[in-house]
């Protein structure tokens, strides 16, 4: 009986210590890395939005992928765009600032569906009723959620690098374990309180490979952001989630009648266009399909031009005219 009292405040102490460390680490990312933009209330959930450009431009949202935040966007392109568009930017359920909502995903994740329909709301409430929306990666599918299923709510659609079909390789051993009903719990507040920030950071430069690291990213980035509790778990839960909801998305492409480019890397290795962009540039009617020799899965930080370029293509594809562009 000694023993296992022992035992147990030996495993009391261990636990209260992990959790200190864990709410240490994540005081910490968000001392240093603060909310960029504004809180809305989108039915009882608090949504993080950066909001850039004049009132009067055209509206253009961009929703980040897995593991990311605002911050993803606000280094560079943001800036850039803002000269043309109004520019909002989300966090997605549970990461960044935004809040994590109710989800119906196979394993509780908020589902690319009720992600879009949170974000359309959110843009509808900040005047945004019609925006054009650009998704990267995982964002991509939220954007064509929100094309399928709220086809009145956009005006043109521009998928970076998007995750449109499926694919053969299951989920990874880490996702597995942290979207684990039990396992999950356990397992990540032992990563926040004791993973540091920069293998966070080489894991960022895997995901540019073989482009490099913009100047100035991982500073501005916030690595502790994404080891946040909350964030990690959200993000392998809607992650566990993806296949699926992909699989019952792509029989909807064809239904998708407003302006589409789609842009791809071809040195992208996490998420193949051959795989992705390609055959959703030949199943939604009219999309313009643009590869980029060389580039990796972050084209918005290795090829921002391009970006730029068909954003400015789906505005006038779309009947609006980009603020820079318009005539005295």
């Known amino acids: 009986m000694k023993l296992l009292l022992l035992?147990?405040?030996?495993?009391?102490?261990?636990?209260?210590?992990?959790?200190?460390?864990?709410?240490?680490?994540?005081?910490?990312?968000?001392?240093?890395?603060?909310?960029?933009?504004?809180?809305?209330?989108?039915?009882?959930?608090?949504?993080?939005?950066?909001?850039?450009?004049?009132?009067?431009?055209p509206p253009l949202v961009l929703i980040h992928g897995s593991s990311g935040n605002t911050r993803d966007w606000t280094l560079d392109i943001v800036p850039r765009l803002a000269e043309h568009y109004r520019v909002i930017v989300f966090d997605r359920p549970g990461l960044g600032y935004t809040q994590r909502a109710p989800g119906s995903g196979v394993s509780g994740g908020e589902t690319i569906t009720e992600q879009a329909t949170l974000l359309q709301k959110a843009a509808t409430m900040l005047g945004a009723d019609r925006p054009i929306v650009l998704g990267h990666s995982y964002g991509g599918a939220v954007a064509l959620a929100w094309a399928v299923h709220h086809p009145d709510g956009l005006s043109a659609l521009v998928a970076v690098s998007a995750a449109s079909h499926r694919w053969d390789t299951g989920l990874s051993t880490y996702y597995k374990i942290l979207s684990h009903p039990l396992l999950g719990p356990l397992v990540i507040p032992l990563l926040t309180a004791f993973v540091p920030d920069t293998k966070v950071e080489r894991e960022v430069a895997?995901?540019?490979?073989?482009?490099?690291?913009?100047?100035?990213?991982?500073?501005?980035?916030?690595?502790?952001?994404?080891?946040?509790?909350?964030?990690?778990?959200?993000?392998?839960?809607?992650?566990?989630?993806?296949?699926?909801?992909?699989?019952?998305?792509?029989?909807?492409?064809?239904?998708?009648?407003?302006?589409?480019?789609?842009?791809?890397?071809?040195?992208?290795?996490?998420?193949w266009s051959a795989i992705h962009s390609e055959p959703l540039s030949r199943a939604i009617p009219g999309a313009s399909l643009t590869l980029l020799p060389g580039t990796g899965h972050m084209p918005h930080h290795a090829a921002p031009q391009a970006?730029?370029?068909?954003?400015?293509?789906?505005?006038?594809?779309?009947?609006l005219e980009p603020k820079a562009m318009r005539t005295p």
Do not use: C
């Not at 636990?15 to 001392?31: C, D, F, M, P």
């Not at 970006?307 to 009947?319: F, K, N, Q, T």
């Open 206 to 271: 895997a995901v540019f490979k073989p482009d490099a690291v913009p100047d100035g990213y991982l500073a501005h980035f916030g690595a502790g952001l994404t080891l946040r509790r909350t964030s990690m778990r959200a993000n392998a839960l809607q992650r566990a989630g993806l296949l699926d909801e992909i699989t019952a998305l792509m029989p909807r492409y064809g239904d998708i009648a407003i302006p589409v480019e789609v842009l791809h890397g071809t040195a992208d290795t996490l998420v």
């Open 7 to 57: 035992l147990a405040a030996a495993v009391f102490a261990v636990t209260v210590i992990v959790l200190l460390k864990a709410r240490a680490h994540e005081a910490q990312a968000e001392a240093a890395f603060p909310p960029e933009g504004e809180f809305i209330d989108v039915d009882g959930i608090r949504v993080h939005a950066v909001v850039r450009g004049a009132s009067d431009a």
């Open 307 to 319: 970006i730029i370029d068909a954003i400015h293509r789906a505005a006038r594809r779309s009947g």
